[in-house]
């Protein structure tokens, strides 16, 4: 069982901050991708920010500058700070971790995808 439960949404002012964390129930250091996304009406869920398990972090253009993405292995969180927000930052962002398992003896990999359940951001003067 994996479950990823998000945190610290609400609502903010344009050039506000906040900060989003996401609890895992198992050792994140076993994920070999934590990622944030977003999703909205228009454009569906998107991805946000990622980091490997080799500590690569990968921004969407829309939020790079302005976001950062970390992780604490020993806490089991991820977590995205968010700087200098926009209106067209607002949406549910949701927490995903990937595992990738060897999947058979010819060493081929899959993957598992494990998702939360979101949390909402509102951008609004």
């Known amino acids: 069982q994996v479950q990823l439960v998000e945190s610290g949404g609400g609502l903010v002012q344009p050039g506000g901050s906040l900060r989003l964390s996401c609890q895992a129930s198992?050792?994140?250091?076993?994920?070999?991708?934590m990622a944030w996304y977003r999703q909205t009406p228009e454009k569906g869920r998107e991805l946000v920010a990622r980091m490997t398990s080799a500590r690569v972090r990968t921004y969407a253009d829309s939020v790079k500058g302005r976001f950062t993405i970390s992780k604490d292995n020993t806490k089991n969180t991820l977590s995205l700070q968010m700087n200098a927000l926009k209106f067209e930052d607002t949406g549910v962002y949701y927490c995903?971790?990937?595992?990738?398992?060897?999947?058979?003896?010819?060493?081929?990999?899959?993957?598992?995808?494990?998702w939360g359940q979101g949390t909402q951001v509102t951008v609004s003067a």
């Open positions: 995903k971790a990937e595992r990738h398992i060897v999947q058979g003896p010819d060493g081929s990999v899959s993957r598992n995808d494990y």
């Open positions: 198992v050792g994140i250091g076993n994920m070999n991708v």
